[in-house]
T-cell receptor, first 108, second 111 residues
Framework: GQQVMQIPQYQHVQEGEDFTTYCNSS?????IQWYKQRPGGHPVFLIQ?????EVKKQKRLTFQFGEAKKNSSLHITATQTTDVGTYFC????????FGAGTRLTVKP | DVKVTQSSRYLVKRTGEKVFLECVQD?????MFWYRQDPGLGLRLIYF???????EKGDIPEGYSVSREKKERFSLILESTSTNQTSMYLC??????????FGEGSRLTVL
């Protein structure tokens, strides 16, 4: 199945800095989902994007779906230590295969 | 939300032993998945099922099999474990809106 490529693999930021992770697909996606996995936990659903160019916000998190529906991003404004974890994207078009994830660490 | 329960949180087995990982969901959903998660490799799809008695291979099915005799139950079977199967195994159920609900995971160590 097709994979979604996710970058970067790791990101270390100072608390208060912004953070962005990107997902890219070579094929058009019907929708894309984002998950967060805290250290020692299991992935938890954050959001699903369906429409071309869609932008959704959850407090300091902004999710975007590209116009061509081949890429997506998750942006966190002013990171906090509670944002630590690994963020995954996943697409149902490929039987829910996940990107490799971006591991975010935040220095207080 | 869907509750996904994995029967074993931690297991330690010796090479060659059989392992049976059971997973139960409480919402009568059709789509269920098994992943393994290893450091640096993300979540890799082993098998999935979209209905009772239906199963499809994921990306890494070798050394694994599955059973879906009832809709709420999706089991992962390791007939003869090897050390490279030491991993965290995650059972997942897809909800009506398409979102995935994860079990707590089963950490298997094969000695």
């Amino acid at each position: 199945g097709q994979q979604v490529m996710q970058i970067p693999q790791y990101q270390h930021v100072q608390e208060g800095e912004d953070f962005t992770t990107y997902c890219n697909s070579s094929t058009t996606l019907s929708n894309i989902q984002w998950y967060k996995q805290r250290p020692g936990g299991h992935p938890v659903f954050l959001i699903q994007l369906v429409k071309s160019g869609e932008v959704k916000k959850q407090k300091r998190l902004t999710f975007q779906f590209g116009e061509a529906k081949k890429n997506s991003s998750l942006h966190i404004t002013a990171t906090q230590t509670t944002d630590v974890g690994t963020y995954f994207c996943a697409g149902p078009d490929n039987d829910m295969r996940f990107g490799a994830g971006t591991r975010l660490t935040v220095k207080p | 939300d869907v509750k996904v329960t994995q029967s074993s949180r931690y297991l330690v087995k010796r090479t060659g032993e059989k392992v049976f990982l059971e997973c139960v969901q409480d919402m009568d959903h059709e789509n269920m998945f098994w992943y393994r998660q290893d450091p640096g490799l993300g979540l890799r799809l082993i098998y999935f099922s979209y209905d009772v008695k239906m199963k499809e291979k994921g990306d890494i099915p070798e050394g694994y099999s599955v059973s879906r005799e009832k809709k709420e139950r999706f089991s992962l079977i390791l007939e003869s474990t090897s050390t490279n199967q030491t991993s965290m195994y995650l059972c997942v159920c897809r909800g009506l809106a398409g979102e995935l609900f994860f079990g707590e995971g089963s950490r298997l160590t094969v000695l």
